[in-house]
């Protein structure tokens, strides 16, 4: 928390890991155990972000998988928005620095594998391959409108997600499920 407080005040290139470890009270050998880069400690903050909306996602058996799979994601941005400016500069310094870009795309093809998997969408084999490029489009696109949406009950965003996810389910009934045959649309299967 203090490395990210530090980071959305002073900027991500600006804080080292030495202010880090004074700001928290750690000896700089701690801080090294636990979190060797500045990237890990973004990387384990996401998963605490993962894990909140492992918690937060309260899907019913009677949803269909879009529905599900809309619930986890706008969890997700809900446990994301007291960040929201912070996630906006980090996008920016990503694209000037590989490692943190490497080291959040990697926090990235984690975060869409539990998304479906609290949603209970098989992301497995190829079929799960195209299902997780998928979403990362997706994802990236509803990230895209929920910086820009002022909005206290993110309405442009909700619509965006659910228009893309309206269109990837068409384009999914299409794809061979394993075994063999067609899947039915994402909609209405399991």
Known sequence: ????????ERGYRNVTL????EAADLPLAELLTQYP?????????LRRVDAGM???????????????????????LDLL?????????????????????????????RSLRWMLAA????AEGVRGFLIRRGLAAIY????????ADPSEDAARTMAQLDKRLRQAASLLG???????????NVATTD
């Open 1 to 8: 928390d203090v490395a990210l407080d530090w980071f959305e």
């Open 18 to 21: 030495a202010e880090i470890a």
């Open 37 to 45: 880069t500045k990237s890990t400690l973004l990387t384990a903050w």
């Open 54 to 76: 492992l918690e937060a996602a309260q899907t019913a058996d009677d949803e269909t998988p879009r529905d599900r799979l809309f619930d986890v994601v706008m969890s997700r």
């Open 81 to 109: 928005a007291p960040r929201k400016p912070f996630l906006s500069m980090l996008g920016r310094t990503a694209l000037g620095d590989p490692d943190l870009a490497c080291a959040l795309a990697q926090s990235m093809r």
């Open 119 to 122: 949603a209970r969408i098989d």
């Open 140 to 147: 990236a696109d509803t990230m895209r409108v929920w910086l």
């Open 174 to 184: 299409r794809l061979p499920r394993r075994g063999g045959g067609t899947a039915e």
